[in-house]
């Protein structure tokens, strides 16, 4: 793997002028949702779920580092990207910016297999290397980001994504904490993992169980991007392109759009938004006529 291994130190020593509009140019969590009973959700949080735990080591993150917000994202080698937990909207509107812009500290901590240290988001090296994504989270009041990987047996399983309002460096102590916690995190998620493989037959069970779980936009998880990549789906099928590319085609509309991914998969599967016939690009459609 390259990047320095899981407790590489990247950091940017920036300093600029803050930004004290936090006004936010996306609804970070889309449109609400429902929940479904949570014993028939393996993705859930609570007794018996995947992330059983995670919601507190996330808050003690925070805590512990001086952080204003804290997240975990899990994410695979191929583009899978799920957000478990955010311990305030500002936490999870970073996380969705990350993902529809597909830049970020969150990417490249899990690219690198590194710890990303951005102690203010303004530095001129930070804007060149995400620069999307460095105007985009200055908008919303963000000045310093940290991003630790959660270890894995080969790559990282996921990241911790720390958040402050203020610019300035982690300390040494708060670094080693964070670390600490991520650590934590990887102990909780593979802890989970075992005992939901004993409640399940098979391992293709307990596989088609999460899959189960996961596969309804309802799912109690309220973090879910289910419904982008079921998007994703529908609009590679009317572009006649790879999902990847169709996944590519909503984050450039959502972000053209400024509104949520969340929201903008929401009126594809609900047919409010169609990319069919107009050149590849998003337009609104009647969710009535059944051509669409």
Same mark, same amino acid.
């Given at each position: 793997m390259d990047g320095d291994g899981a407790g590489g130190r990247r950091e940017h020593t920036m300093s600029g002028p803050s930004q004290d509009d936090p006004s936010r140019r996306r609804s970070p969590a889309g449109d609400s949702r429902a929940g479904v009973p949570a014993a028939n959700d393996p993705w859930h949080t609570g007794s018996g779920g995947l992330f059983v735990g995670v919601g507190a080591i996330c808050e003690t993150a925070a805590r512990l580092t001086g952080m204003d917000g804290a997240a975990l994202a899990v994410l +695979?080698? /191929?583009?899978?990207?799920?957000? %478990?937990?955010? +311990?305030? =909207?500002?936490?999870? !509107? #970073?996380?969705?910016? !990350?993902? +529809?812009?597909?830049?970020?500290?969150? %990417?490249? &901590?899990y690219r690198l297999g590194g710890a990303v240290l951005c102690p203010a988001v303004l530095d001129n090296d930070f804007q060149s290397r995400w620069p999307a994504f460095a105007t985009e989270v200055a908008e919303i009041g963000v000045e310093a980001l940290f991003a630790f990987p959660v270890p894995g047996y080969e790559r990282p399983m996921g990241v911790l994504e720390l958040y402050r309002r203020t610019s300035g460096a982690i300390g040494d102590r708060e670094e080693r904490a964070a670390h600490l916690c991520a650590q934590s995190l990887q102990t909780a998620l593979e802890s989970n993992w075992r005992e939901h493989l004993e409640r399940s037959s098979t391992q293709e069970a307990a596989i088609d169980a999460v899959d189960l779980g996961g596969a309804t936009p309802l799912a109690s998880n309220p973090f879910t991007? /289910? !419904? %982008?990549? #079921? &998007? =994703?789906?529908?609009?590679?099928? !009317?572009?006649?392109?790879?999902? $990847?590319?169709?996944?590519?085609?909503?984050? =450039?509309?959502?972000? &053209? $759009?400024?509104? @949520? #991914?969340?929201?903008?998969? $929401? *009126?594809? %599967? =609900?047919?409010?938004?169609?990319? &069919?016939? @107009?050149?590849?690009?998003?337009?609104?459609?009647?969710?009535? *006529?059944?051509?669409?």
């Open positions: +695979t080698p /191929t583009s899978v990207r799920e957000l %478990v937990h955010a +311990t305030d =909207a500002v936490s999870q !509107q #970073i996380d969705e910016l !990350q993902f +529809t812009l597909g830049e970020g500290p969150c %990417v490249d &901590a991007r /289910t !419904q %982008v990549h #079921i &998007a =994703a789906g529908m609009v590679a099928v !009317q572009l006649n392109v790879t999902t $990847a590319e169709a996944l590519d085609r909503l984050r =450039a509309h959502a972000y &053209a $759009a400024k509104r @949520s #991914i969340v929201a903008v998969a $929401a *009126d594809v %599967v =609900a047919r409010r938004l169609s990319f &069919a016939g @107009s050149n590849g690009e998003g337009h609104r459609t009647d969710p009535r *006529d059944g051509r669409r």
